[in-house]
């Protein structure tokens, strides 16, 4: 089944380092682009989130640019609770670990 451009996955990853101003679009991509990013965020124990409408916004984002002032307490809510579920995981659950 070919893919029409309706129903193309699309995928965008954030990095936050500790002292940055903002996170960062570090990867985005569509379609076969957008599967590879989300398996390397997976075999790389990178939470996967879902939701088509923040990443819609953050597709319109270039690539090594902060995420603008309007997306700043979505991200930061998302951010926050991925934290939390990542505190409460067994030491060799947490990310990073095999």
Same mark, same amino acid.
Request: charged share 20%; proline share 7%.
């Given at each position: 089944m070919t893919q029409t451009p309706k129903n193309l996955k699309n995928a965008v990853a954030? #990095?936050?380092? /500790?002292? /940055?101003? #903002?996170p960062v679009v570090v990867a985005s991509g569509k379609g076969t682009i957008a599967e590879q990013i989300i398996q390397? #965020? @997976? +075999? !790389?124990?990178?939470?996967?989130? +879902? $939701?088509k409408e923040l990443v819609a916004l953050?597709?319109?984002? &270039?690539? &090594?640019? +902060?995420?603008? /002032?309007?997306?700043?307490?979505?991200? /930061? +809510?998302?951010? $926050?609770?991925l934290y939390q579920i990542e505190a409460a995981l067994?030491? !060799?659950? @947490?990310?990073? @670990? @095999?």
């Open positions: 954030l #990095a936050y380092g /500790a002292g /940055a101003p #903002a390397l #965020a @997976k +075999e !790389n124990g990178v939470y996967v989130h +879902e $939701s953050l597709m319109d984002i &270039d690539l &090594d640019q +902060e995420i603008p /002032a309007t997306l700043y307490r979505v991200v /930061a +809510e998302l951010l $926050s609770w067994p030491p !060799n659950l @947490k990310t990073g @670990k @095999k």
